[in-house]
């Protein structure tokens, strides 16, 4: 166990949680984390999903059983966010370890450990063509990472505090990044240079992520909202209210058409773009959700709590 989960982790202590009625929607819950699982990301087909947790391992799952493939360890504390490559070989993680690890996500084999942050990775994002991992800290930089060999390729700049979270557009021309402050910077990732910043309005986001076709980019925090935000413009066209507490997770259906957050409040959410409504909410977790990730056939919603256990819920 690494220094810092020494003194906070709370991984052999047994975890008394109270019971909740669980929503009807749920397909079924995966234990196997010792700790809080801060992250979970479904492979391209669906059939796969990884996880990150505090317990300072990744693990890989068989979707349909439920059942654990491999656990992946090497972090020296916990793991605070992963991502899984569209062409399904690679697996990355990052830790507040300040390093990024790639894994071979056929067999769990730590590939290569990127060092060069200065503390806390806070999120990794596989680029679309699988060659580049960007990774974004608490030391206020962005670097871009090579799959094959694990070098630096490239950092980013510009930031002025903590950098939460990351996120690819889908044709990887684009890098999103926003955090402590109140801004989302845009960034052109072939010169590395920051192209436009788009006013936020929050006190911290903590995720984002862009829609399927680049349009908008949908993003969250802890004033318990999520917004809609134009991609080329930066004009926000529409804010969901609901959550109870701190959003800490965002993503879109593939379809582009509904949106699905994850909060401190214990609940997932699915929310309509056109409308703006809620159209379900998820219960079952007893502690903070933290990740959230819809299945590419768009059918399955995975979510990733403190109390431990990663459930699978169907989109009605």
Same mark, same amino acid.
């Given at each position: 166990?690494?220094?810092? &989960?020494n003194i906070?982790?709370?991984?052999?202590?047994?975890?008394?949680?109270?019971?909740?009625?669980?929503?009807?929607?749920l397909?079924k819950t995966?234990?196997?984390?010792?700790?809080?699982v801060?992250?979970?990301?479904?492979?391209?087909?669906?059939?796969?999903?990884?996880?990150?947790?505090?317990?300072?391992?990744?693990?890989?799952?068989?979707?349909?059983?439920?059942?654990?493939?491999?656990?992946?360890?090497?972090?020296?504390?916990?793991?605070?966010?992963?991502?899984?490559?569209?062409?399904?070989?690679?697996?990355?993680?990052?830790?507040?370890?300040?390093?990024v690890?790639i894994w071979?996500?056929?067999?769990?084999?730590?590939?290569?450990?990127?060092?060069?942050?200065?503390?806390?990775?806070r999120?990794?994002?596989? &680029?679309?063509?699988?060659?580049?991992?960007?990774?974004? &800290?608490?030391?206020?930089t962005?670097?871009l990472?090579d799959?094959?060999?694990?070098?630096?390729?490239s950092?980013?700049?510009?930031?002025?505090?903590?950098?939460?979270?990351?996120?690819?557009?889908h044709?990887?021309?684009?890098?999103a990044?926003?955090?402590?402050?109140?801004?989302?910077?845009?960034?052109?990732?072939?010169?590395?240079?920051?192209?436009?910043?788009?006013k936020?309005?929050?006190?911290?986001?903590h995720?984002?992520?862009?829609?399927p076709?680049?349009?908008?980019?949908?993003?969250c925090g802890?004033?318990?909202?999520?917004?809609?935000?134009?991609?080329s413009?930066?004009?926000?066209?529409?804010?969901?209210?609901?959550?109870?507490?701190?959003?800490?997770?965002?993503?879109?259906?593939?379809?582009?058409l509904?949106?699905?957050?994850?909060?401190?409040d214990?609940?997932?959410?699915?929310?309509?773009?056109?409308?703006?409504?809620?159209?379900?909410?998820?219960?079952g977790?007893?502690?903070e959700?933290?990740?959230?990730?819809?299945?590419?056939?768009?059918?399955?919603?995975?979510?990733?709590?403190?109390?431990?256990?990663?459930?699978?819920? &169907?989109?009605?």
């Amino acid at each position: 166990m690494g220094f810092l &989960s020494n003194i906070f982790g709370k991984k052999e202590v047994e975890l008394k949680l109270p019971k909740v009625i669980e929503d009807v929607n749920l397909i079924k819950t995966m234990e196997g984390h010792l700790d809080r699982v801060l992250g979970v990301k479904f492979s391209t087909d669906g059939k796969k999903l990884v996880s990150g947790s505090f317990d300072e391992t990744v693990m890989l799952w068989d979707v349909a059983s439920g059942k654990s493939l491999f656990t992946m360890k090497g972090h020296d504390t916990w793991v605070e966010c992963i991502d899984y490559s569209r062409d399904g070989r690679r697996l990355a993680s990052g830790s507040t370890d300040s390093t990024v690890r790639i894994w071979d996500a056929a067999n769990g084999q730590c590939l290569h450990v990127c060092k060069g942050h200065d503390t806390a990775v806070r999120m990794v994002a596989f &680029s679309p063509d699988c060659k580049v991992v960007a990774s974004c &800290s608490r030391d206020t930089t962005i670097r871009l990472w090579d799959v094959e060999t694990g070098k630096e390729l490239s950092r980013f700049l510009g930031h002025k505090s903590y950098i939460e979270c990351l996120a690819y557009s889908h044709d990887g021309r684009r890098l999103a990044s926003c955090g402590e402050e109140p801004v989302i910077k845009i960034w052109d990732v072939a010169s590395g240079k920051n192209i436009a910043n788009y006013k936020t309005d929050d006190r911290l986001s903590h995720a984002l992520t862009y829609s399927p076709d680049g349009r908008f980019i949908a993003f969250c925090g802890r004033d318990a909202l999520v917004k809609i935000l134009d991609a080329s413009t930066g004009q926000i066209i529409n804010v969901f209210t609901g959550h109870g507490d701190a959003v800490r997770s965002v993503c879109f259906t593939p379809d582009g058409l509904k949106v699905v957050s994850a909060a401190n409040d214990e609940t997932v959410r699915l929310w309509d773009i056109a409308s703006g409504k809620e159209q379900h909410l998820y219960r079952g977790h007893v502690l903070e959700v933290q990740s959230v990730d819809v299945s590419p056939d768009g059918k399955i919603i995975a979510s990733g709590s403190d109390d431990r256990k990663i459930k699978l819920w &169907s989109i009605g």
